[in-house]
């Protein structure tokens, strides 16, 4: 059973309309909520996140590379892929007490939960039990765990599970029309099939994908209805804008979303899946804090947070901690920042790091 199925099958969002957890979205449907009136997409959105969540809360998430370069997966976004000339340098697994004190410093600055990624097609076995050792060591400091490392079968799967992982990471990408486009080595069904993996295991799912590598407003929407009409909502839906990065072929096709068109996205994937978080995830460098701030409003209401993504850059913390405090805006930077600085009990009121 996951999250989505064992909670009533319809919530009422801020103006009494009865929302529907639906897993049978049409195209027609969700190319008419995105072409909604603006303030009218926003406005259900927002009414919407509300029904669901703490419109004042933004999870903070933490993202570590554990394993970097070198994957035979041909992604033409990424920095990782062995079959592209970009520089990044393959590395070996990171050992534990490396990952568990990188854990612990993001959990003392604000992260809630933490993402262990690997760049491997599947995980070896023995490479398998290391990570296990990891998750189970992160999960020991109180912080939610994920994974990113690749394919799974369903005994790998099983084992993340009882090792203490709360999330496994894996992204669709984009719409199945523009997929062929970016990954040649692995299918979607591929990809599908280890996140019915996850499920089965109880582990929770945070799958998403990209945009901005050239596809259309259509596939952006296709992509959403892909994440929608899956038997479970993805618990987590990381929305990333391309990571500019010389050497892979989406250079060649790359276009930077019209920041409207990009609050409308994150206003239709709140109204498609309305107890999914959604986050803003890579790419947030080239986002206004104006256009943050609209997506927040739109329904995004989780980050990463932390100077590096990956090998891609990221807002730093405390343009991060700024932003959300001038918008009023509760998270774990938040909490961390009180802990920093000793008591303080004007701002106590304002500080929440339930994820
Ligand atoms: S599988 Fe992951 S690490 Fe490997 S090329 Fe694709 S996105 Fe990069």
Excluded at 9 to 20: E, I, K, P, R, Y
Excluded at 128 to 156: W, Y
Excluded at 244 to 252: F, H, I, Q, S, Y
Aim: aromatic residues 4%.
């Amino acid at each position: 059973m996951n999250a989505s199925s064992e909670q009533p099958a319809a919530t009422m969002d801020a103006v009494g309309n009865a929302a529907a957890i639906r897993h049978d979205w049409t195209r027609a449907e969700v190319q008419h909520l995105h072409d909604l009136p603006f303030a009218d997409l926003v406005f259900r959105a927002q009414g919407l996140h509300r029904a669901n969540f703490d419109p004042n809360h933004v999870e903070t998430a933490s993202l570590l590379s554990i394993k970097t370069g070198g994957c035979p997966e041909d992604c033409g976004y990424c920095s990782q892929s062995a079959h592209f000339d970009t520089g990044v340098k393959a590395t070996k697994l990171m050992e534990q007490e490396s990952v568990v004190e990188t854990a612990r410093r993001a959990r003392d600055a604000g992260a809630t939960r933490f993402c262990m990624a690997a760049a491997w097609r599947s995980p070896k076995e023995c490479d398998l039990e290391r990570v296990c050792d990891m998750v189970s060591a992160v999960k020991g400091l109180g912080m939610e765990t994920c994974a990113t490392l690749g394919m799974l079968t369903p005994q790998q799967a099983a084992r993340l599970r009882a090792a203490g992982l709360d999330f496994y990471n894996h992204n669709v990408d984009t719409s199945p029309e523009f997929y062929g486009r970016i990954v040649t080595t692995r299918t979607l069904q591929d990809r599908i099939d280890t996140l019915a993996h996850a499920r089965e295991a109880g582990l929770k799912v945070c799958c998403g994908g990209i945009v901005g590598m050239g596809e259309q407003v259509e596939d952006r929407l296709g992509m959403l209805m892909l994440l929608a009409n899956m038997p479970a909502h993805p618990e987590s839906v990381p929305i990333n804008l391309w990571n500019e990065v010389a050497g892979v072929p989406v250079n060649d096709t790359a276009e930077r979303p019209d920041p409207i068109a990009l609050v409308r996205l994150i206003a239709v994937a709140r109204l498609l899946m309305p107890r999914s978080v959604v986050r803003l995830s890579a790419g947030r460098q080239y986002m206004t804090d104006e256009l943050q701030a609209l997506c927040f409003l739109a329904g995004a209401n989780s980050i990463f947070i932390g100077d590096v993504l990956l090998t891609t850059k990221n807002p730093q913390r405390t343009r991060d901690a700024e932003l959300l405090d001038r918008l009023g805006i509760r998270s774990g930077l938040a909490r961390a920042a009180v802990a920093t600085a000793g008591p303080a009990p004007r701002r106590e009121a304002a500080v929440d790091d339930a994820a």
